[in-house]
């Protein structure tokens, strides 16, 4: 169990809603302009670069997550090793273009950081603690890679 300050998000509209790969902020990722690391993320699922770019698209992050897990269209067939790098990938994106949302992530300083739903027991905590906070870990990941950069 986490020790010490713990922050909990899953919603945009919460206190630390930015964390949240729905939240509004623009990723540049691969030569392309992404509306947010969720578009981003659901698209790199499928080699399909048609659907990529259906994904990439859509409106709202609540859309391309829909087309993203639509298991009529084939899965890459590295996804499951590839994922969390991918995610990383867009989360780093995230919080070094967004001058804003970065100083709210090392505000946080050494709090564990936990994506709290019930929906998802790989990247949040399974709305009980026993999920493995992979998003949060990640977060927690790019803030020390931050940190470090901060004092050079």
């Known amino acids: 169990?986490?020790?010490?300050?713990?922050i909990r998000f899953y919603r945009v509209?919460?206190?630390?809603?930015?964390?949240s790969n729905f939240a509004p902020?623009?990723?540049?990722l691969d030569g392309k302009r992404w509306p947010t690391?969720?578009?981003?993320?659901?698209?790199?699922?499928?080699?399909d670069l048609?659907?990529?770019?259906?994904i990439r698209g859509q409106k709202s992050p609540m859309i391309a997550a829909r087309m993203g897990r639509d298991r009529k269209k084939k899965l890459r067939g590295d996804w499951e090793s590839v994922k969390v790098a991918v995610m990383?990938?867009?989360?780093?994106?995230?919080?070094?273009?967004h001058e804003d949302i970065r100083a709210i992530l090392l505000?946080?300083?050494?709090?564990t950081l936990v994506e709290h739903t019930e929906n998802d027991a790989y990247w949040g905590d399974g709305g009980d603690g026993s999920g493995k906070n992979m998003l949060g870990r990640i977060l927690m990941e790019i803030r020390e890679?931050?940190?470090?950069?901060?004092?050079?």
């Open 1 to 6: 169990m986490p020790v010490g300050n713990v």
């Open 13 to 19: 509209s919460d206190e630390y809603g930015c964390f």
């Open 25 to 28: 902020y623009p990723v540049e």
């Open 37 to 47: 690391t969720e578009h981003y993320f659901q698209a790199q699922k499928f080699e």
């Open 50 to 54: 048609q659907h990529q770019e259906a």
């Open 88 to 97: 990383r990938q867009a989360v780093r994106a995230k919080f070094t273009q």
């Open 107 to 111: 505000a946080t300083a050494a709090a």
């Open 145 to 152: 890679e931050l940190q470090v950069e901060s004092k050079k």
